[in-house]
């Protein structure tokens, strides 16, 4: 079974850029039918899909903040990143990443692992 | 505001059958599987349903979901307090190439 372990700075100033790293174990982030995934919970809110990459390298972005994100990753680490810049307290949320189904084309919001979530807290 | 609609409360005593809708378009659930994920507080989301009415091994048959058109639902029969939490249905929507989510409805067991 495929983990997922987030990791980030836990609190940001406003405006400035935001990193966080996925780290999977369990299995090869460049191997399956599969993309890996960012989402985002505001506290109290619902979920908001970001981004997701296939191993390929192929990107795709939520077009709300698309101008603001990069989604990469690196295989030789088995590790996925998300970069999200000139950030508001807006995206104060729990940002989960997550690996998604791609057995066919479209995809599937089969998200079938998740990791603990994040907490990312954007203050003045 | 979610892509997908669902509403906000539901509630039903021990024991019950309730119902929780989710309302989408013909980008996302009319053409593609809706998928319903349970939340339990302070965690990440567990699948509850697969490919529209399918259960993952371990989430019991008392979990039930259905699709008509452009909506889909998630029924819970025999109603048990540990079912008191959020439930949250998905789809792929065609148009915005990812996936979309409603935005979850807190189920009251009373």
């Known amino acids: 079974q495929v983990q997922l372990q987030e990791s980030g700075p836990g609190l940001v100033k406003t405006s400035q850029t935001l990193s966080l790293t996925c780290s999977v174990s369990g299995g090869s982030i460049s191997s399956g039918a599969y993309y890996w995934t960012w989402i985002r919970q505001p506290p109290g809110k619902g979920l908001e899909w970001i981004a997701y990459i296939y191993n390929s390298g192929k990107t795709y972005y939520n077009p709300s903040l698309k101008s603001r994100l990069t989604i990469s990753l690196d295989t030789s680490r088995n590790q996925f990143f998300l970069r999200l810049s000139s950030v508001t307290a807006a995206d104060t949320a729990v940002y989960f990443c997550?690996?998604?189904?791609?057995?066919?084309?479209?995809?599937?919001?089969?998200?079938?692992?998740w990791g603990q979530g994040t907490l990312l807290t954007v203050s003045s | 505001q979610s892509v997908l609609t669902q509403p906000p409360s539901a509630s039903g005593t021990p024991g019950q059958r309730v119902t929780i809708s989710c309302s989408g378009s013909n980008s996302n659930i009319g053409t593609n599987y809706v998928y319903w994920y349970q939340q339990l507080a302070g965690r990440a989301p567990r699948l509850l349903i697969y490919r529209s009415n399918q259960r993952p091994s371990g989430v019991p048959d008392r979990f039930s979901a259905s699709t008509s058109g452009t909506s889909a639902s998630l029924a819970i029969s025999g109603l048990r307090s540990e079912d008191e939490t959020i439930y949250y249905c998905?789809?792929?929507?065609?148009?915005?190439?990812?996936?979309?989510f409603g935005g979850g409805t807190k189920l009251t067991v009373l």
């Open positions: 997550a690996r998604g189904g791609c057995p066919s084309t479209p995809c599937t919001a089969l998200i079938d692992s």
């Open positions: 998905a789809a792929w929507d065609d148009s915005l190439s990812g996936p979309v």
